[in-house]
Structures are given as C-alpha cells and as structure tokens.
C-alpha cells in the first residue's frame, strides 16, 4: 500500500458535530420548556460522510463536564441519524439551572468522533410558584428629571455576586 495512502487514511479527520444549539439557538437563557430539544450539524473535510449514532452528556457544572461526570443526563450511544430537536431526557430541570452539554458521534463506520466543545443553556422562571417579583415605580422627581421617566429600584446585596439575571417585563 502506497504509504501517503496510509497517512491520509489515518489523518483523515472523520465527522465532527458543531453549532450546538438548545431551543434552535446558541447558549440560550432562559429556556422554559420543562424537555429542551438540543441540535447540532455535522462537519467534515470528505464527502459522503454521515452520523449512525450519538451520545449527549449534561451536567450541572463545566467541570464535571470535563471529567465526564454527567450529574444531569447521559443519553449513552443512541444508534440514530439524527442531528435535530432530540429531546433532553435527564434529571428534570429548575428554574434559573445552568446545564452544560456536548455531543460526540459515530460515522457511517462505527467510528466515533472526538467530544464537541462544551455548550450550555439557562432554564427560565419553570413554576409560578417560582415567580418573585418587586414593582419598580417612578416619582414625580423622576418625572420632572427629563421627557421620559426613570424607573430604577436600589437594592442592597450582602454577598459577592458571581452572577445575576434580571427579569423584567414591561
């Protein structure tokens, strides 16, 4: 066998799934469907290359993602050509929960590929029960301040914030 033959073959990169999405979009926040769908496409240098399984892991931190500890789903290989809308099927989810996800596939060998990059998507308010809310009002100083009034509420937080999300509504 000629030996660039044999080095092409080995180095020939396989499928690679790519453009991970929850709820047809990118990182979404606020997700409010109890079973996200997640999707991906497909990436390939060759030709007439397609998926003959999947495997998707979730889990509730990107480092326990990394170790492979899948704390929220792992979907173990599924044999499917899909790559769209596959519904989340783990433990269910909360408001306000961070999840974080990748993907590795199998081509049409049995091959499978390296993981994706890691994505992630945020659950939204899931319950009513969940809702707490404080209406912000404007003042007649607020008013008489300019042509439209302000409307702002000071709040006081007593420990460090590494994140936070308003929810508003209008």
């Given amino acids: 066998m000629n030996i660039l033959l044999l080095v092409a073959l080995l180095a020939a990169p396989g499928i690679t799934p790519e453009n991970l999405r929850c709820e047809y979009r990118v990182e979404p926040r606020g997700v409010d469907v109890s079973l996200p769908r997640l999707s ?14 999947y495997q998707i892991v979730v889990a509730s931190t990107p480092a326990g993602l990394e170790a492979n500890r899948a704390d ?4 173990g290989k599924v044999a499917s050509h899909e790559t769209a809308n596959i519904p989340f099927a783990g433990q ?5 929960q961070r999840c974080y996800w990748k993907v590795r596939v199998w ?4 091959t499978p590929s390296e993981w ?5 998507w945020t659950t939204g308010i899931m319950k009513p029960e969940d809702w707490h809310a404080a209406w912000i009002a404007w003042s007649r100083t607020a008013l008489n301040s300019g042509p439209l009034p302000m409307f702002r509420r000071e ?6 914030v590494t994140r936070a999300t308003a929810y508003l509504s209008g």
């Fill in 40 to 53: 991906w496409t497909l990436e390939s240098a060759e030709r007439a290359r397609w998926q003959s399984a």
């Fill in 72 to 75: 929220l789903w792992d979907s």
């Fill in 92 to 96: 269910p989810l909360v408001s306000h």
């Fill in 107 to 110: 081509d049409e060998e049995g």
């Fill in 116 to 120: 994706s990059r890691t994505a992630s």
């Fill in 155 to 160: 709040f006081t937080v007593a420990r460090k």
